[in-house]
């Protein structure tokens, strides 16, 4: 994990080897580099954590005022199995202080599901102000089967006063007219 980011994870103590951590292999969204991978389950007989958190590092200015990009990908085969989520924490040494800014749409690696270059305006989700306080992934599972999600290429800024335009298409295109 690089040294400016934290973790959390409750998982039993004989599992810690499921925390959060680098890898670097075919389960990263571009496959084989290396990203941040979080494992997720609920079952009984061997608890890995079934809420798994990567921590940002802390930001000045607003939380919503960010302009977010990432890669990510998940290895649970259904959405309702396990969600990976974007959101805050108030006090980055509590879990409980988690905030939900918003879930993610389920990203199944097998079915080549690498969900690259998402951009997120924080203030699209956030109605609002939050100074004091870190970004952070949640990846939570509900399901006693063992799941994870890695994340890579994160990037954080203050967003731009003018939005990128995006999602543009030209029909009709000519010599000379569009």
């Keep these: 994990?690089?040294?400016?980011?934290?973790?959390?994870?409750?998982?039993?103590?004989?599992?810690?080897?499921?925390?959060?951590?680098?890898?670097?292999?075919?389960?990263?969204?571009?496959?084989?580099?290396?990203?941040?991978?979080?494992?997720?389950?609920t079952y009984t007989y061997s608890n890995y954590g079934n809420n798994s958190m990567i921590i940002f590092p802390r930001l000045t200015g607003d939380l919503k005022d960010m302009y977010l990009t990432f890669d990510y990908t998940q290895g649970n085969s259904t959405a309702s199995d396990a969600v990976l989520q974007l959101g805050y924490l108030t006090d980055a040494s509590d879990a409980s202080t988690f905030t939900l800014i918003t879930a993610l749409p389920h990203m199944y690696y097998s079915d080549g599901g690498r969900s690259l270059n998402n951009e997120y305006y924080l203030s699209d989700y956030m109605e609002q102000s939050v100074t004091n306080g870190v970004l952070a992934f949640r990846f939570v599972s509900s399901s006693t089967s063992t799941y994870w999600a890695s994340v890579d290429n994160v990037k954080v800024m203050q967003a731009p006063a003018c939005r990128q335009p995006n999602h543009i298409m030209a029909t009709n295109i000519t010599n000379n007219s569009a």
């Design 1 to 41: 994990m690089p040294d400016c980011w934290n973790f959390v994870c409750n998982a039993e103590p004989t599992y810690q080897y499921y925390q959060p951590k680098l890898y670097a292999g075919s389960y990263s969204p571009t496959s084989g580099d290396t990203s941040i991978i979080m494992v997720s389950s």
